[in-house]
T-cell receptor
Framework: GAVVSQHPSRVICKSGTSVKIECRSL??????MFWYRQFPKQSLMLMAT?????????EQGVEKDKFLINHASLTLSTLTVTSAHPEDSSFYIC?????????????FGPGTRLTVL | DAKTTQPPSMDCAEGRAANLPCNHS???????VYWYRQIHSQGPQYIIH???NNETNEMASLIITEDRKSSTLILPHATLRDTAVYYC???????????FGTGTSLTVIP
C-alpha cells in the first residue's frame, strides 16, 4: 500500500480564520488526491477530487470558494478552510490514488481534526 | 451516492470468523467492490477488493456472489483489534471516486 501523511493532525482555531491542511503521498506519485470530511458518528463524505495540474472537482453542495484545494505536485495536496466557523469543525481525511487505473486503490491519510471555536 | 447496504452493527466472539455482508444490487459489470475499515479517529484502512472472483489476502477473504449483487467479507479469526467500522464500497469507474455508505460497526467480544 501507499503511505500517506497529513499535517497537522489536530488544529484548533478561532472563528473567521483560515486553516491549511497538507496531504502528502510519501512513497509514490499520486496523480489524483481526494478530500473527505467526517462528522462525529457519521460516515466519510467526499468533498472533492484533485488532479495534479488541474482544478479540483467539487461534489455537489461543497463550496469551492470556502474549501480551496491546491494539488501543487504529485506528492502534495492542500486543503484550505477559509473563514472557518464552528460548523466547519470536523475530521478531514485525504486519500491518494492513481488516475486511470481500473483497479486503483485509494490509500488514506490519518486525518486532521479541526476544531473551530 | 453510496450504492451499498450494510447492517449497522454486528458482534463477533474473539477467535471466531466474522462474516460481514454487503448488498450492492445496482452494481454494473465493470465496477469493483472494495472493503475498508476505520478504527476510531483514524483514516480508513484498505482491506481487500474484487470484481468477480473470490479474493483472499493476509487480512481477509472476499466472497462475491455469482450475480455480483452482494458480497461477504470474512475475517477468519477475529481479534479485539478488529473492532472497527467496516465499509463496503462500489467504486465509481468514471472518476475513481469512493462514496462511503454507513458501514457496519463490528464489535469483537472477548
Amino acid at each position: 500500500g501507499a503511505v500517506v501523511s497529513q499535517h497537522p493532525s489536530r488544529v484548533i482555531c478561532k472563528s473567521g480564520t483560515s486553516v491549511k491542511i497538507e496531504c502528502r503521498s510519501l512513497d509514490f506519485q499520486a496523480t489524483t488526491m481526494f478530500w473527505y470530511r467526517q462528522f462525529p458518528k457519521q460516515s466519510l463524505m467526499l468533498m472533492a477530487t484533485s488532479n495534479e495540474g488541474s482544478k479540483a472537482t467539487y461534489e455537489q453542495g461543497v463550496e469551492k470558494d470556502k474549501f480551496l484545494i491546491n494539488h501543487a505536485s504529485l506528492t502534495l495536496s492542500t486543503l484550505t478552510v477559509t473563514s472557518a466557523h464552528p460548523e466547519d469543525s470536523s475530521f478531514y481525511i485525504c486519500s491518494v490514488g492513481r488516475a486511470g487505473a481500473s483497479t486503483d486503490t485509494q490509500y488514506f491519510g490519518p486525518g486532521t481534526r479541526l476544531t473551530v471555536l | 451516492d453510496a450504492k451499498t447496504t450494510q447492517p449497522p452493527s454486528m458482534d463477533c466472539a474473539e477467535g471466531r470468523a466474522a462474516n460481514l455482508p454487503c448488498n450492492h444490487s445496482t452494481i454494473s459489470g465493470n465496477e469493483y467492490v472494495y472493503w475498508y475499515r476505520q478504527i476510531h479517529s483514524q483514516g480508513p484502512q484498505y482491506i481487500i477488493h474484487g470484481l468477480k472472483n473470490n479474493e483472499t489476502n493476509e487480512m481477509a477473504s472476499l466472497i462475491i456472489t455469482e450475480d455480483r449483487k452482494s458480497s461477504t467479507l470474512i475475517l477468519p479469526h477475529a481479534t479485539l483489534r478488529d473492532t472497527a467500522v467496516y465499509y463496503c464500497i462500489v467504486r465509481d469507474t468514471t472518476g475513481n471516486q469512493f462514496y462511503f455508505g454507513t458501514g457496519t460497526s463490528l464489535t469483537v467480544i472477548p
